[in-house]
């Protein structure tokens, strides 16, 4: 069974920073690549960034220069440090794992930036 669970959201000040975690279970991990994607409140549900197998990243131009995604093969994992965090940065954050025509999420952590 294939499980992703997301940690490290919670609540900071605009200009602070978070780092999300997202651990997984039941994947080839390493040969997948994997997103963080994120809902704001009445908006669809967007992508902020991508890592590959290969460990090439692309991020969303609202998040360039601020986000960084990491992923460490050996621990099944995928990080989403966030830094200079903003009040329009606040959603709930998904991981998300794609490999060929196999997709799964994870539960969602919300991040909630203060003015």
């Known amino acids: 069974q294939v499980q992703l669970v997301e940690s490290g959201g919670g609540l900071v000040q605009a200009g602070g920073s978070l780092r999300l975690s997202c651990f997984t279970s039941?994947?080839?991990?390493?040969?997948?690549?994997m997103s963080w994607y994120r809902q704001a409140p009445g908006k669809e549900r967007e992508m902020v960034g991508v890592?590959?197998?290969?460990?090439?990243?692309i991020n969303a131009t609202s998040v360039e220069g601020r986000f960084t995604i990491l992923r460490d093969n050996a621990k099944n994992a995928v990080y989403l440090q966030m830094n200079n965090l903003k009040p329009e940065d606040t959603a709930v954050y998904y991981c998300?794992?794609?490999?060929?025509?196999?997709?799964?999420w994870g539960q969602g952590t919300q991040v909630t930036v203060s003015t």
């Open positions: 890592i590959t197998s290969g460990g090439s990243t």
């Open positions: 039941g994947l080839a991990f390493s040969s997948n690549a």
């Open positions: 998300n794992s794609r490999f060929k025509a196999h997709e799964y």
